[in-house]
Protein backbone atom coordinates (compact mmCIF):
# COMPACT_ATOMS: atom_id res chain seq x y z
CA UNK A 1 0.00 0.00 0.00
CA UNK A 2 1.12 3.53 -1.13
CA UNK A 3 1.68 5.76 2.11
CA UNK A 4 -0.82 8.19 0.64
CA UNK A 5 -3.25 5.25 0.95
CA UNK A 6 -2.20 4.39 4.46
CA UNK A 7 -2.32 7.62 5.56
CA UNK A 8 -6.14 7.94 4.15
CA UNK A 9 -6.65 4.77 5.95
CA UNK A 10 -5.38 6.26 9.37
CA UNK A 11 -7.19 9.46 8.89
CA UNK A 12 -10.36 7.63 7.56
CA UNK A 13 -9.81 5.40 11.56
CA UNK A 14 -11.27 8.81 13.15
CA UNK A 15 -12.47 11.18 10.95
CA UNK A 16 -12.36 14.53 12.15
CA UNK A 17 -15.40 17.44 12.12
CA UNK A 18 -17.94 15.23 10.33
CA UNK A 19 -21.80 15.93 10.51
CA UNK A 20 -23.88 19.17 10.57
CA UNK A 21 -23.08 22.04 12.37
CA UNK A 22 -25.54 23.30 13.80
CA UNK A 23 -25.13 26.92 14.27
CA UNK A 24 -23.19 27.23 10.62
CA UNK A 25 -22.53 30.73 9.38
CA UNK A 26 -22.08 29.36 5.50
CA UNK A 27 -23.00 25.78 3.88
CA UNK A 28 -21.81 25.02 0.82
CA UNK A 29 -22.28 21.66 -1.38
CA UNK A 30 -20.95 20.22 -4.35
CA UNK A 31 -21.17 17.05 -6.54
CA UNK A 32 -17.82 15.36 -8.64
CA UNK A 33 -19.17 15.36 -12.37
CA UNK A 34 -16.57 12.08 -12.30
CA UNK A 35 -17.58 10.12 -9.74
CA UNK A 36 -21.30 11.40 -8.78
CA UNK A 37 -20.03 11.58 -5.17
CA UNK A 38 -20.83 14.73 -2.83
CA UNK A 39 -19.98 16.71 -0.10
CA UNK A 40 -21.06 19.76 2.31
CA UNK A 41 -19.25 21.65 4.52
CA UNK A 42 -20.36 24.22 6.94
CA UNK A 43 -18.22 27.08 8.52
CA UNK A 44 -18.53 29.19 11.56
CA UNK A 45 -17.22 32.22 12.10
CA UNK A 46 -15.95 34.02 14.91
CA UNK A 47 -13.89 37.18 15.67
CA UNK A 48 -10.34 37.20 16.26
CA UNK A 49 -7.91 39.93 16.87
CA UNK A 50 -9.99 42.37 14.94
CA UNK A 51 -10.72 39.94 12.24
CA UNK A 52 -13.32 37.75 11.26
CA UNK A 53 -11.79 34.20 10.87
CA UNK A 54 -13.11 30.43 10.68
CA UNK A 55 -13.99 28.89 14.23
CA UNK A 56 -15.11 25.86 13.43
CA UNK A 57 -15.55 23.33 10.14
CA UNK A 58 -17.14 20.33 9.44
CA UNK A 59 -18.47 18.18 6.27
CA UNK A 60 -20.13 15.10 5.41
CA UNK A 61 -19.47 13.18 2.59
CA UNK A 62 -21.68 10.99 0.31
CA UNK A 63 -19.42 8.85 -1.22
CA UNK A 64 -15.61 8.92 -0.84
CA UNK A 65 -13.02 7.69 1.34
CA UNK A 66 -10.52 10.03 0.12
CA UNK A 67 -12.93 12.97 0.09
CA UNK A 68 -13.29 12.03 3.60
CA UNK A 69 -10.35 11.99 4.57
CA UNK A 70 -9.01 14.95 2.96
CA UNK A 71 -12.02 17.04 4.47
CA UNK A 72 -11.28 15.39 7.33
CA UNK A 73 -7.67 17.40 6.87
CA UNK A 74 -9.36 20.35 5.81
CA UNK A 75 -11.50 21.35 8.28
CA UNK A 76 -9.00 21.08 11.12
CA UNK A 77 -6.32 23.33 8.91
CA UNK A 78 -8.94 26.17 7.87
CA UNK A 79 -9.66 26.77 11.80
CA UNK A 80 -8.23 30.71 12.29
CA UNK A 81 -8.75 31.42 8.72
CA UNK A 82 -10.22 34.53 7.29
CA UNK A 83 -12.63 33.68 4.24
CA UNK A 84 -9.83 35.56 1.59
CA UNK A 85 -7.11 33.47 2.95
CA UNK A 86 -9.54 30.17 2.71
CA UNK A 87 -10.47 30.92 -0.91
CA UNK A 88 -7.01 30.88 -2.27
CA UNK A 89 -6.63 27.08 -1.01
CA UNK A 90 -5.93 24.69 -3.74
CA UNK A 91 -6.91 20.79 -3.23
CA UNK A 92 -3.57 19.60 -2.76
CA UNK A 93 -3.41 21.99 0.13
CA UNK A 94 -6.40 21.05 1.74
CA UNK A 95 -4.90 18.12 1.72
CA UNK A 96 -2.47 18.75 4.59
CA UNK A 97 0.16 16.16 5.19
CA UNK A 98 -2.11 13.78 3.70
CA UNK A 99 -0.48 14.50 -0.02
CA UNK A 100 0.19 15.01 -2.14
CA UNK A 101 -3.04 13.40 -4.02
CA UNK A 102 -2.00 11.22 -6.32
CA UNK A 103 -3.60 11.66 -9.70
CA UNK A 104 -6.53 9.55 -9.98
CA UNK A 105 -7.47 11.10 -6.48
CA UNK A 106 -7.12 14.79 -7.47
CA UNK A 107 -10.59 15.10 -8.03
CA UNK A 108 -11.97 14.39 -4.66
CA UNK A 109 -9.39 16.87 -3.08
CA UNK A 110 -11.22 18.81 -5.55
CA UNK A 111 -14.42 17.80 -4.07
CA UNK A 112 -13.35 19.51 -0.53
CA UNK A 113 -12.24 22.72 -2.34
CA UNK A 114 -15.58 23.11 -4.48
CA UNK A 115 -17.64 22.62 -1.34
CA UNK A 116 -15.11 25.24 0.19
CA UNK A 117 -15.74 27.55 -2.04
CA UNK A 118 -19.23 26.95 -2.42
CA UNK A 119 -19.67 27.56 1.35
CA UNK A 120 -17.31 30.98 1.32
CA UNK A 121 -19.50 31.82 -1.94
CA UNK A 122 -22.85 31.85 0.34
CA UNK A 123 -21.37 33.47 3.49
CA UNK A 124 -22.88 36.82 3.76
CA UNK A 125 -21.27 38.20 6.84
CA UNK A 126 -23.98 40.87 7.68
CA UNK A 127 -26.74 38.99 6.66
CA UNK A 128 -28.43 35.65 8.76
CA UNK A 129 -27.19 32.97 8.89
CA UNK A 130 -27.40 30.77 5.49
CA UNK A 131 -28.69 26.61 6.31
CA UNK A 132 -28.89 26.26 2.41
CA UNK A 133 -31.49 23.67 1.46
CA UNK A 134 -31.49 22.07 4.35
CA UNK A 135 -34.26 21.76 7.58
CA UNK A 136 -33.04 23.99 10.50
CA UNK A 137 -31.58 22.24 13.30
CA UNK A 138 -31.44 23.48 16.91
FE1 LIG B 1 -16.33 8.00 -5.63
FE2 LIG B 1 -14.46 6.45 -6.07
S1 LIG B 1 -15.99 6.97 -7.41
S2 LIG B 1 -15.37 6.74 -4.25
FE1 LIG C 1 -14.78 10.60 -6.59
FE2 LIG C 1 -13.16 10.49 -4.56
S1 LIG C 1 -13.44 8.98 -6.07
S2 LIG C 1 -14.56 12.03 -5.00
Given amino acids: MSSFETKVKEALANPLNQGELADADAVGTVGSPECGDMLRMWLKFTEKDGKRVIDR ?3 QAFGCQTAIA ?3 MATELLRGKTADEAKILTAQELTGD ?3 LPPMKIHC ?5 GAL ?14 TGNMSPTL
Fill in 98 to 100: LGP
Fill in 117 to 130: RNALDNDAPAAAPT
Fill in 109 to 113: GQLVE
Fill in 70 to 72: VAS
Fill in 57 to 59: ASF
